[in-house]
């Protein structure tokens, strides 16, 4: 992601010293003059700003073609979290350097002062409205990413907020296609901005219309609610025609409310050609607390799917397995395990570690028991901290047979993989490919 990132950003500051070079503008009037710089300034941020906001606005639109290259859903998520906050970050700093003529007027004066792009009135009444939105956007684009960060805010009052941003992000265009310099226009760093423009306004226009995930979605009916233990729920549902299959370990972003809307789960059972999927939902937050009792068979269900690339490995790769697994993580592992059943000789060399908090009243462990006795080369290693059996680094090195050429494929609490990644970093085993579900998207 990072690297991703900082690509995006390199990309973008090229485009804009290109047009630097072509000394056009503040460039002419040398570098060393404080208005010149503010205005350099005052680009760049702008430039950086509005391009990592297109970005954050169209993987917001589930691009499902993207899954393959950012490796899943989850990751094109992870980039649309941090490409908005750097995208709010650097309009910060944007509106702090439009604030600060009055100092430099204070300091240096008014000499150097760059003369205005003129193009007509009509020019004129579009930039002051354009300026006037975007000062009012980076005021509510500020107030959201306290409220991203803050992590005690209600999820779910934060998703209905979350919705204005398309509406946010058409103010942000129209802010920078009239505030662009006009000689951007005629380089390579407004033939960027046109394309950012158009991606970022066709995927908010998705979004405000209700149209993302659109021809993901189909329709079903609840067909069973059981309640293996009081914190889960295992939901059928069978769909109709329009399910187009999954592959094991993907999940959908299911409706149960039409209020409540969607919320992402993994297909906790493997596809056999019936339309028919089951969810394990464990209580997590509000909504899935006591939804046992919501839920009544028959009710009907919209998924909207399958997304992800947590998927079993094909049995081509050479690299031992080791399958982790915390608590609710479990459920990528169950589709896997299921799959396999139809062919046993295809499942791959595995330790597969299982971490619960309490081994006797798992809803899990027997089911998963039942499964591996029928796959020989998958080893299931359950571990309940009742009894004190903690995994880390070193029980991965103790008990496996597997040494760093081991491949890691991890599902369950964040604070669990960043033990285990630097307990394996510790160990000298660092260079371990470590493969993980996020089951977070905020
Ligand atoms: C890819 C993926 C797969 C998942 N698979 C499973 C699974 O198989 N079984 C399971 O029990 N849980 C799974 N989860 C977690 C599950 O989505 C949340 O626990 C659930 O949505 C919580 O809803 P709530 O209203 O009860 O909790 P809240 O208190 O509203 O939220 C708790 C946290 O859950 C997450 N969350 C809540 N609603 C949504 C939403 N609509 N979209 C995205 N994130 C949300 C947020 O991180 C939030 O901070 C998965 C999550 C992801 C991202």
Redesign the pocket.
């Given at each position: 992601m990072k690297r991703f990132l900082t690509a995006f950003i390199a990309l973008v500051t090229l485009a804009w010293g290109w047009d630097l070079l072509s000394a056009s503008g503040a460039a002419a009037a040398g570098p060393l003059n404080p208005w010149a710089v503010r205005q350099h300034a005052l680009t760049l941020t702008g430039l950086w700003s509005f391009s990592l906001m297109s970005l954050a606005m169209v993987l917001a639109t589930r691009p499902a073609w993207l899954e393959r290259p950012f490796g899943g859903m989850?990751r094109i998520y992870r980039v649309h979290k941090w490409a908005g906050i750097l995208a709010i970050a650097f309009g910060g700093l944007h509106w702090l350097v439009e604030m600060s003529d009055d100092v430099i007027k204070a300091v240096y004066g008014r000499e150097g002062r760059l003369p205005k792009d003129h193009g007509g009135a009509f020019l004129e009444a579009m930039r002051d409205a354009a300026e006037s939105l975007g000062e009012f956007a980076i005021y509510a684009l500020l107030a959201m990413l306290v409220l991203t960060l803050w992590k005690r805010f209600p999820?779910?009052l934060w998703?209905y907020l979350h919705k204005v941003m398309p509406v946010l992000y058409l103010a942000l265009a129209f802010h920078a296609a009239f505030l662009a310099p006009l000689g951007y226009w005629s380089q390579p760093v407004g033939a960027l901005m046109a394309l950012l423009i158009a991606a970022g306004s066709v995927a908010s226009v998705q979004a405000l219309a209700g149209w993302i995930g659109r021809s993901r979605r189909a329709q079903g009916v609840v067909e069973a609610v059981n309640e293996p233990a009081p914190s889960v729920t295992e939901v059928v549902c069978r769909l109709d025609d329009a399910w187009r299959g999954h592959r094991a370990g993907q999940?959908a972003f299911v409706t149960f409310e039409r209020f409540e809307?969607?919320?992402?789960?993994?297909i906790?059972s493997a596809d056999h050609g019936d339309r028919r999927i089951t969810?394990?939902?464990?209580a997590?937050?509000?909504?899935?607390?006591g939804l046992a009792q919501k839920l009544v068979p028959g009710q009907p269900v919209r998924v909207e799917g399958p997304y992800?690339c947590f998927e079993l490995p094909s049995g081509r790769r050479r690299r031992e397995q080791v399958w982790i697994a915390g608590g609710?993580g479990v459920?990528p592992f169950l589709a896997w395990l299921e799959a396999l059943q139809a062919a046993p000789d295809k499942a791959p060399e595995v330790d597969f570690y299982y971490s619960v908090r309490r081994r006797d009243a798992d809803p899990f462990v027997e089911r998963l028991e039942a499964l591996c006795a029928t796959l020989p080369s998958v080893r299931l290693h359950v571990l309940s901290s009742e009894r004190n059996e903690k995994l880390s680094a070193e029980t991965l090195r103790e008990r496996g047979r597997h040494g760093r050429r081991a491949e890691i494929w991890f599902c369950g609490p964040q604070g669990l993989a960043d033990k285990l990644r630097d307990g394996l970093r510790r160990l000298g085993m660092g260079k371990v490919r470590f493969h993980q579900?996020?089951?977070?998207?905020?």
């Open positions: 989850d999820f779910k998703r999940f809307g969607a919320h992402p789960f993994t906790a969810f394990q939902i464990k997590l937050g509000d909504y899935t607390h992800g609710i459920t579900e996020a089951f977070e998207m905020r």
